[in-house]
């Protein structure tokens, strides 16, 4: 690493150092009666494309910004001006600038920030104690000026950084300048895979310092569960009392004094309301009480083993970056809550404080990570890498003590962890050695090191099944500070686009072997960037250099905050109930950590070809975490026979909770009673060759093809065998074990683009018989097909054999065939957009994604059919379906099938990149599927489990085909 030699006014920007004139961290709160003034809001702007383009002069008082331009702080500036200001752009890894530490390139956007802001009248006169100014988060390095003053500088974007400035204010026009290099020595140490995006994006707020104000305090509030216990004790850089009226407690400032308190849980989050009382402030403060420890090589609290059922948050709005107002933090944290999630790992920065006042209050173990990712260091084996040298430690302790010390009050925050994907080194361990010395209350985490030298927990990301399963045997060998630990996956289930398959596999695991604690999908929210012609840009969209598409949009909600069926599936998996049927009983078990069930109200139904004929309560006794009863469920109601019969069985809230109201459904199953009989058709009906055409019952085909033409009125375009699907992102990654990536080994095989060469047309006494080969150019595998055509009369039967030919060495995208409905104006009639089936629902679900689909009736618009991810795929298939009807047409399927429906073609669906690709035709295009190979997560992790293969081999289906009468 060599320094420049030759001093200069902007040497900070590259320097190692974490700043300078910063007041030191400390906990950051809202005071009662100290008054507070922010600086939100238009402040005045110029963007200059180098750090040293312009002199300091701005800042001085009386300057004059003609012609400047305007942003709003807290934001972006790349995310306002409409382009004048430069773009987004997004790496995963790769650093976007050469690696080259500590120096960063010479073009280094540079946004000059200027406010000029009067003390409102009741402002304490300025002789009354102190001010500090509050930086919240700037991206990537500052330097402040108050009054003409340089305050300092400082780096760590997602840190809060004050200023001492009460000497400095003057009654009015208090000219505040700030200026935002994009690129400093910092931005090594902030590679995490997300959006680069400079700005002041969280607030800035004036605070008044009354005389005798508290300056930090530390709220210690352990439980024992032994005794019911809390012991509360307060340490005060300024002495003064702790109130807790509903305890009875008044004491003094570094004084214990012990309750019988309700503990505080992420399933109970009991808080209770406190004052600190310094001679100058009053503080409202939020106690919970709860003891974390690391006992018996479990991860308990309150003397419990907890699991974790988390994800990985990063903080995301589409038009504003990361710039997040309280409203979006809360409903992350209800939408959270009502889909189970009961724990957030903030990756990979400390957030937006408000959002932990939200965690400790819902109730959501937080492990809180430190704004750390070197990740682009591992393009060189990790030479040069800060966290190994100790010219960055003092940075990296900065960065750890500014975490700790802000965050430490909160009762949600069980680990602590050093940051993401940096490494090894001697400033990790500097790092955990800080935080175990200050707080022993907590634990800490890291991934990045498999030898766990500074951890409380073996931490890792994407590890497969079979992996995590000899983990929970503890099989895994390791050195003998990991065995002793327990184990999480801070990051697995990778939710980029289709999927993540196979996590109902994990948490089977999880839930099975004590020494596994749970883990955390990645992740929350897509990173999509409202874009004028695009819907939502990704990575590329922009015209970066160095990009990593649509990696940046792998979140279980979309950018606007709609759950996508991976959260749904989520919700489903880590459900805190679980129900078993047989026999006429319900085996209910409780899957709480600490909660009993009494919270939860029950209901049966009972279900008769899909439609509810009788539904009850169902008492459930309040068991307790871990408990199962066996209930017995009534007597089922008659019904025809022939029919197909199921329970519903439903655990909704009792009552409104802080999160969600009364008859919210918490967890459900269902289990079959009594098998339906399924379709039959006798063939009677013979197939007639007329002069173009061939008819068999309601039907009439192409005479030269056999391809079906018209069943009834409704017009057809031939079913015949399809086995593409356009490639999930999952698809298109490579299995980390096996290195193979399925949608590579498709596309080179040609499975997207196979011939259907035909053999035969049969007319055979009772059916039409097709007979085709359909195989890809340029190989010899090649699937031999027959369609054999039957009717009744008034019903028409296809049976659809499959013989694979040739060597097969893949398994296939999907199983079945593709029909079109055509010419069928939905603006004339609209009905052909609804369609009602009998299966699972409400939403899609593939092999290794199906645990929350549910059978029952369902009916949509085919628009509602589409999920809507930012890079079109695969999408909208319902599971399990006994019959369907759409377009004037009903089919039913023998055996159970699979269907999609879309005014776009797979084709179409394959090329497009963005969903504004998607342009409905006039034909309605329907999948109908035997089977399809399962999604797995190999767009970051292991592939789809070999349970969940659809491999070539002789297949038979079929469907029967009426017209929807009326
Ligand atoms: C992990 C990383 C995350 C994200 C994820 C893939 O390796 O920690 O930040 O990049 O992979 O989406």
């Known amino acids: ?123 304490p006169a300025l002789s009354e104690g102190g001010a500090v100014i509050r930086f919240d988060g700037v991206e990537s390095c500052a330097r402040v000026w108050l009054n003409g003053t340089d305050l300092g500088d400082f780096k760590g974007s997602r840190l809060a950084h004050e200023f001492a400035v009460g000497h400095l204010l003057k009654p009015k026009g ?136 988390g994800v990985n948050r990063h903080e995301w709005h589409p038009e504003k970056g990361r710039t997040l107002d309280l409203a979006t933090m809360r409903e992350d944290v209800l939408l959270m809550k009502r889909h189970n999630i009961n724990a957030v790992r903030t990756s990979h920065y400390p957030p937006h404080p408000a959002f932990l006042d939200l965690c400790d209050e819902y109730g959501l173990w ?75 209350s907590r634990l800490v985490h890291y991934e990045g090191d498999w030898n766990c030298r500074d951890t409380d927990v073996y931490s890792r990301m994407y590890a497969d099944h079979a992996e995590v399963e000899q983990i929970g045997k503890e ?74 598409g649509n990696f940046v949009c792998d979140g279980l909600i979309f950018p606007d905050r709609t759950p996508s069926p991976g959260l749904v599936e989520y919700k489903k998996v880590i459900e805190p109930v679980s129900f078993e049927g047989s026999d006429g009983t319900v085996r209910v078990t409780n899957k709480y950590d600490f909660a009993d069930l009494s919270a939860l109200a029950f209901e049966w139904s009972y279900q008769v070809d899909g439609e509810t004929v009788e539904a009850g309560t169902l008492s459930v006794p309040a068991l307790a975490p871990g408990e199962s009863a066996d209930l017995k469920l009534p007597e089922p109601p008659a019904h ?21 109201p009364k008859d919210h459904v918490v967890a459900w199953g269902q289990f079959p009673a009594v098998a339906g009989v399924r379709p039959s058709l006798v063939p009677s009906a013979s197939p007639v060759r007329e002069e173009r055409l061939i008819t068999l019952g309601p039907a009439t085909f192409d005479g030269r093809t056999g391809a079906l033409r018209t069943v009834g009125g409704v017009a057809v375009e031939n079913p015949r065998l399809d086995v593409w699907r356009a490639t999930t992102d999952n698809d298109d990654g490579t299995e980390w074990k096996s290195g193979l990536r399925y949608s590579t080994l498709w596309r080179t095989l040609g499975l997207h683009r196979m011939r259907h060469r035909l053999v035969g047309v049969e007319l055979e006494s009772q059916a039409l018989v097709v007979r085709t080969r ?15 055509w039957t009717s009744d009369g008034s019903r028409l039967k296809l049976t659809v054999s499959v013989t694979p030919e040739g060597q097969w060495t893949v398994p296939l995208p999907r199983l079945g065939v593709r029909l079109g409905l055509s010419a069928v104006d939905s603006s004339v009639d609209s009905s052909v957009d609804e369609v009602t089936w009998f299966g699972g629902g409400p939403g899609e679900a593939y092999p290794d994604t199906r645990a929350a689909s549910e059978v029952g009736r369902w009916s949509a618009t085919v628009e509602e059919l589409q999920t809507p991810y930012l890079r079109p795929q695969e999408n909208g298939a319902r599971a399990d379906v006994r019959w369907l009807e759409l377009g004037g047409l009903r089919i039913e399927g023998d055996p159970e099938f699979s269907f999609a429906a879309r005014r776009w073609t797979t084709e179409q669906l394959d090329a ?6 998607l342009v409905a035709g006039e034909t309605l295009w329907v999948n109908l599927d035997h089977r399809h190979h399962g999604i797995g997560t190999a767009s970051c992790g292991p592939g789809v489990l070999p349970q969940y293969h659809l491999l070539a081999e002789p297949a038979e289906f079929s469907f029967v085909f009426s017209e929807v009468s009326g």
């Open 1 to 123: 690493m060599s320094f420049r030699t030759t001093p200069s006014a902007f040497d900070y920007v590259e320097d190692v150092s974490p700043g300078s004139g910063a007041l030191p961290p400390r906990a950051w709160y809202a005071s009662s009666d100290a008054k507070t003034l922010s600086l939100d809001g238009t402040w005045r702007f110029r963007l200059s494309a180098t750090a040293d383009a312009e002199d300091e002069s701005f800042a001085e008082e009386g300057y004059d910004p003609a012609g400047w331009a305007e942003v709003t702080v807290p934001g972006h500036w790349v995310l306002q001006g409409e382009g004048a200001f430069g773009l987004p752009i997004y790496t995963n890894h790769l650093y976007p600038f050469p690696v080259d530490p500590p120096h960063v390139p010479t073009e280094n956007p540079t946004g000059d920030h200027l406010r000029v802001f009067d003390l409102p009248e009741d402002w």
């Open 174 to 309: 208090n000219v505040l300048a700030v200026r935002v290099h994009q690129w400093s020595a910092g931005s090594y140490l902030e590679d995490q895979d997300q959006w680069w995006l400079p700005g002041i994006f969280r607030e800035v707020t004036l605070l008044h310092r009354p005389a005798g104000s508290a300056l930090d305090f530390f709220v210690h509030a352990s439980y024992d569960h032994l005794t019911g216990e809390g012991t509360l004790r307060v340490d005060s850089d300024v002495d003064g009392r702790v109130l807790v009226p509903a305890l009875d407690i008044d004491v003094a400032t570094g004084e214990s004094v012990t309750a019988l308190v309700a503990p505080w849980s992420a399933e109970s989050p009991r808080l209770y309301d406190g004052e600190l009382v310094t001679e100058g402030e009053r503080i409202p403060l939020r106690i919970g009480f709860r003891t974390v420890a690391l006992e018996d090589g479990l991860i308990k609290v309150n003397g419990k083993a907890i699991l974790f059922k």
């Open 366 to 440: 937080v492990v809180d990570e430190c704004d750390l990712e070197t990740h682009g260091f591992t393009e060189q084996e990790w030479r040069d890498n800060p966290v190994d040298d100790d010219r960055w430690t003092p940075a990296l302790l900065d960065r750890a003590a500014r975490m700790v010390e802000r965050d430490k009050n909160h009762p949600s925050i069980v680990f602590w962890s050093l940051g993401n994907e940096a490494g090894t080194g001697r400033g990790l361990t500097a790092m955990a050695e800080w935080i175990h010395g200050r707080d022993a």
């Open 475 to 548: 099989l895994d060998g390791g050195t003998l500070g990991r065995r002793k630990l327990p184990f999480i996956q801070c990051e697995y289930g990778h939710a980029m686009g289709n999927g993540p398959g196979g996590i109902a596999d994990y948490q089977e695991l999880f839930e099975k072997y004590e020494r596994l604690q749970g883990g955390f999908i990645w992740e929350w929210i897509d990173h999509g960037v409202t874009h004028p012609e695009l819907g939502y840009a990704y990575g590329g969209d922009f015209g970066e250099e160095l990009h990593d």
């Open 640 to 660: 025809v026979d022939g029919s197909e019969t199921r329970w519903t069985v439903r655990a909704l809230l009792a009552a409104d909770t802080a999160w969600a």
């Open 774 to 788: 359909v195989a890809p150019a340029a190989r010899e595998v090649g699937l031999a097909t027959e369609y054999r």
């Open 912 to 917: 497009a990149t963005h969903l504004t690709d």
